[in-house]
């Protein structure tokens, strides 16, 4: 099994950039399908980024050409590059990893964007 760790969440003003970090263990990232996902109260959770075990990514519309995934596999951690921060970003942030239909979740991390 493995276990993931989000980290690296914060205030920030609008126009401001942030770095999550999700760090595994138990496993290795680079076996699972990686996603952030965020949830906002009175909303529903939605997957933000996503990439694959083989490397391809996915965006929201929503952070297309401002949010960047990566990952790095010596470190066995995923990233998230959250640049031009918008308030409507605000949300706890969760890193995911998936694999043969198995979904693990890390505890989430605060984002917080202030206009």
């Known amino acids: 099994q493995v276990q993931v760790v989000e980290s690296g969440g914060g205030l920030v003003q609008s126009g401001g950039s942030l770095r999550l970090s999700c760090a595994a263990s138990g496993s290795s990232v680079s076996i699972y399908t990686m996603g952030w996902y965020r949830h906002t109260p009175g909303k529903q959770r939605e997957l933000v980024a996503r990439?694959?075990?083989?490397?391809?990514?996915y965006y929201s519309d929503s952070v297309k050409g401002r949010f960047t995934i990566s990952r790095d596999n010596a470190k066995n951690t995923v990233s998230l590059q959250m640049n031009s921060l918008r308030p409507e970003d605000t949300a706890i942030y969760y890193c995911?990893?998936?694999?043969?239909?198995?979904?693990?979740w890390g505890q989430g991390t605060q984002v917080t964007v202030s206009s």
């Open positions: 995911n990893a998936n694999r043969d239909g198995q979904d693990y």
């Open positions: 990439i694959t075990r083989i490397g391809f990514t």
